[in-house]
Structures are given as structure tokens and as C-alpha cells.
């Protein structure tokens, strides 16, 4: 006669094989977009098991095996990426990678905890707003929110501008819940679905609204120049002249002159004062024939009290200082290293890590009365607040210069658009990625690519792109929607343990 034992431990072993294989196919439905229903299912089995497991710890676990097989699958870039950027060790990259891994993975736990303390008999409803206030609440680095895997599906991302991502991640979150009652209650999958079609039928609506509207308003042309320099390259003080001398000869192959041209983050090498209103010596392109933004280092003070910042200027006509960005959140391992001002010794580890300082806040460049850019550094467009208060200030485009050499030819430069995307949809903006060696494009207000240089090759281009004011409930009102979700999970639960 069979043990209880054995028959225990395969159940464990089943539970948490899917829990993997949930995990994964969110995993596959951000490496490839085209694989997007797999989103909509991939929290099915976290939903259906946790609220019957043994223990909350169990819950957690669960979840947090959900999480580590997703995020694990998803940003397995991120050791050759820690290895580059920082100059790491292997075996260190591949600790700092595990331990970010293990962090991210914390509120799919969470979320799984809190299921089984509620229960198998709590709302429908309450694992899709439990999901969303992990979104929503949870520090993650890289701020991934389940809609960014339906970014090709263009009726349904349009909820943007009312909800940010976190509509779409409701509803998907929905459907994954009603898909564990199915089975007994088909009807329960019946309000998301009517929820999925509702968001479509509203982005058919804004879809021909915004199409009108960019037709209407004025039209610019920027030119965006891809160097192609390799990280050697750019890190040699002895090439810093030849690296700007490409990006010259770049720019002036464009024809007609655009009415901007930009250059990618830290493309000039030398550092320019934060007070200078002028570039003299410094001047990376004397004669430029259009308004120019490129990135550099900026500084303030001298000896040991300098601080440097990652800035992007705008160059006007006549060579002097339109305005300069510093880039409000730095990379770690890159730009800084966590905890070196705690442990100075962790800094011999990673002979690659800057020291740089963090800007204060979004700034608008006035290229013409017309033409007001939001500017953004890198990692920038992720930070849906930083953008929408741009937006709010007047800027009629939003401008990323970035340098994701770092990622190589690895999913993550399509991941790294697929989450600055959304910025466009909430500001209806258009969106212009500019970057050393791909991916350069353009996105429409809209979320629609509509211009994409090759990535690795030396290219210049003029993208026209329309300047726009249109205003959005998501510019007037941002993350209340995830705010009154995260209300409603904390609702459910009380109603749930008062029950």
C-alpha cells in the first residue's frame, strides 16, 4: 500500500512544475511579442493553487517559483550585461543577476501569500487586484507590468492614456482568476471577456481620434544618427575627437537639414560645466547645420568634491547652450555601486562603475516655439511620472537618448522599448529613441513603431513626427486607477477575513 510520503511529495513536484511552466509562458510573451496570449494565462496556475495550499509559506513559494522562472527566463541578459557594465567577474555577475532574480520574484510570493490567508472562497476579484498592487506598489528595478507583453495588439493598449498599464494587467489578471473557476462556473470567464472586448471597442474609438489629430498638427523633421561605437570605443579618451568626428560626417549625410539632429547618451567624451552658457572649445559640432541634442557628462565643482551627472544638451545654432538634462536615475553597477558608500572595498570588484549623480526633475529643451522636447536619458522612459509631468510642462515630443550597447544583440533592446512605449500612449506623444547601436526608433502616439534603424550598423535618418498637445486622463490624473485597485484588494481582504 502506498505512503502518504511518496504520494505528498509528487503533488509538490506537479504543483510547482506549474508554476514553471506559468512562469515561462509569461517569460515567452515578453521575448516575443507575437506569443501574447500566453500572458493572459500564465498566472492560471498560482491563481488556482494558492489559495489551497497547506500553508501561506507554500503560497509564497509558489509564487515565488512563478516569479524566478519568468523574470529568470525574461532578463537572462542581465549576466553578460552586469559582467559589461560593471566589469564584474563572471561568477560575481552571476550572484548580482540571482540575487535581483530572487528580489523581483518577492511579490508574485506575496501575492500568493495572501491568496491562501484569504482563502478558496474569496472574490474572484481579488487576485487581480492583489496583482495589480504588486505592480503598482512593489520596487522593482525594471518596472514590468504584464501588459507590456500585448504591445502589437494596438486596440487594447490605447487604455493607456486613462489607466497606464495597469487597466490592461487588470483585465488579464481577470481572466487568469475566472480561468481557475471554468471548470464549475463557465460563465466566469464572461466579465472579462465583455472587459477585454470594452478596451477594445475604446481603442478602436481613440485609434481613429488621435489619427486625426496627428494629421492636423505640425510636422517636424529629426534627424537621429546611429555611430555604431563599440563600448572600446567609446571608453578611450585617445578616440573620443574620432567617435564625434563620425557622428559629424553622419549628420551632415542627412537631406534635407532636419529641424533637430540628435546624438546619442555620452556620445562626446569630454565633461562640459554645468554653468557654461556657452560651448567654445567644447563644442562638439562647430557650423552645425540644425539645433543639436547630444549626450555628455556634465560637472559641478572640482578636485574631490565634483559631481557628475549624465546629460543631455541642446546645442543651438550660434553654439550656445539651449538647455541640458541630467538624467534622473542612474544604473547600477554602471553609474553607481549599491552599497559602496557602506563597503568601499565592493568597489575593487568593478573597475567599470561610475560615481555619478542623479538629476532633479524633467526638463523641456525649446528647440522652437514648436518644437519643445521632453528629454529623457536612458532609463528615463520607464518612469511614467518623470514623463507625464514633461507632458505637463509643454513638451510637444518626448526624446530618449540612450547608449544600450551594453545588451548587445540580447532581448532586452526590445524589452527596453516595449516599457518606454506605453510613455507615448499615456502622453500621446510621439516617442524618439535615439541610441549608439540600436534600437533607434521612432513610436507613435499610438504605440505604434513607425521607423526602426538596424541595430549594429552605422545609420542616419530624418523621421518626421508630429507635435502634439493632446491631453489624456492618465496626464491629469495619473496612477489613480492603480490606486483605487490597491484600495479594493485591501476592501476584499477585510471583507474576505470578516466573512
Known amino acids: 500500500m502506498e505512503t502518504p510520503e511518496p504520494r505528498s511529495f509528487r503533488r509538490s513536484v506537479v504543483r510547482r512544475l506549474w508554476m514553471v511552466l506559468g512562469g515561462l509562458a509569461i517569460a515567452i510573451a515578453f521575448l516575443d511579442p507575437r506569443a501574447w496570449p500566453f500572458a493572459w494565462i500564465g498566472l492560471t496556475p498560482l491563481f488556482a493553487l494558492a489559495p489551497h495550499a497547506a500553508r501561506k509559506r507554500t503560497a509564497f513559494i509558489d509564487g515565488w517559483i512563478v516569479g524566478i522562472a519568468a523574470n529568470g527566463t525574461a532578463c537572462a541578459w542581465l549576466v553578460e550585461t552586469i559582467d559589461r557594465f560593471g566589469g564584474f567577474p563572471i561568477a560575481v555577475a552571476i550572484f548580482f543577476y540571482s540575487a535581483l532574480i530572487a528580489f523581483t520574484a518577492i511579490p508574485f510570493g506575496l501575492v500568493g501569500a495572501l491568496l491562501r490567508w484569504a482563502g478558496p472562497r474569496a472574490s474572484i476579484l481579488l487576485a487581480p487586484a492583489l496583482w495589480i498592487s ?54 466566469a470567464l464572461g466579465p472579462p471577456v465583455i472587459a477585454a472586448v470594452v478596451l477594445c ?31 572600446i570605443e567609446k571608453g578611450q579618451g585617445n578616440l573620443f575627437q574620432a567617435n564625434v568626428d563620425r557622428y559629424r560626417r553622419l549628420s551632415l549625410d542627412l537631406n534635407p537639414v532636419p529641424d533637430l539632429i540628435v546624438w546619442p547618451e555620452t556620445v562626446v567624451g569630454w565633461a562640459i560645466p554645468r554653468e557654461a552658457s556657452r560651448l567654445g572649445r567644447r563644442d562638439p559640432f562647430p557650423g552645425a547645420p540644425a539645433p543639436l541634442v547630444f549626450g555628455a557628462i556634465s560637472h559641478d565643482g572640482s578636485g574631490d568634491d565634483t559631481q557628475w ?55 523641456v529643451l525649446d528647440v522652437t516655439p514648436e518644437l519643445q522636447v521632453g528629454a529623457l536619458v536612458c532609463y528615463d522612459d520607464m518612469l511614467a511620472g518623470h514623463v507625464r509631468e514633461a507632458s505637463r510642462q509643454g513638451a510637444t515630443v518626448l526624446l530618449t537618448i540612450a547608449n544600450d550597447a551594453w545588451f548587445g544583440d540580447s532581448a532586452a533592446l526590445d524589452l527596453h522599448e516595449s516599457l518606454g512605449l506605453w510613455r507615448a500612449i499615456e502622453n500621446r506623444r510621439f516617442l524618439v529613441r535615439a541610441t549608439n547601436t540600436g534600437r533607434t526608433s521612432v513610436i507613435d502616439p499610438l504605440g505604434a513603431v513607425t521607423l526602426v534603424l538596424p541595430t549594429w550598423v552605422e545609420a542616419a535618418t530624418n523621421a518626421p513626427v508630429r507635435l502634439l498637445k493632446i491631453p489624456s486622463l492618465y496626464q491629469e490624473f495619473g496612477d489613480l486607477f492603480a490606486w483605487s485597485v490597491v484600495a479594493l484588494a485591501a476592501l476584499l481582504l477585510l471583507q474576505t477575513r470578516w466573512r
Open 309 to 363: 551627472y549624465n546629460s543631455a544638451f541642446l546645442r543651438t545654432r550660434t553654439g550656445e547652450i539651449g538647455g541640458r538634462y541630467d538624467k534622473l536615475v542612474l544604473m547600477p553597477f554602471g553609474e553607481f555601486l549599491p552599497f559602496s558608500s557602506a563597503f568601499p572595498w565592493i568597489k575593487d570588484l568593478s573597475p567599470n562603475t561610475g560615481d555619478f549623480t542623479p538629476g532633479d526633475g524633467p526638463t
Open 134 to 187: 504588486g505592480e503598482f506598489l512593489f520596487p522593482n528595478f525594471f518596472p514590468w507590468r504584464i501588459a507590456h507583453s500585448q504591445r502589437n495588439l494596438l486596440w487594447l493598449v490605447q487604455i493607456g492614456d486613462v489607466t497606464g498599464p495597469y487597466g490592461l494587467s487588470f483585465v488579464m489578471a481577470w481572466f487568469a482568476s475566472a480561468a481557475t473557476r471554468a471548470r464549475r462556473r463557465p460563465w
Open 201 to 231: 471597442v475604446y481603442g478602436a474609438l481613440r485609434v481613429e481620434t488621435v489619427r486625426t489629430a496627428m494629421e492636423e498638427a505640425p510636422e517636424a523633421s529629426i534627424g537621429l544618427v546611429q555611430g555604431n561605437l563599440s563600448l
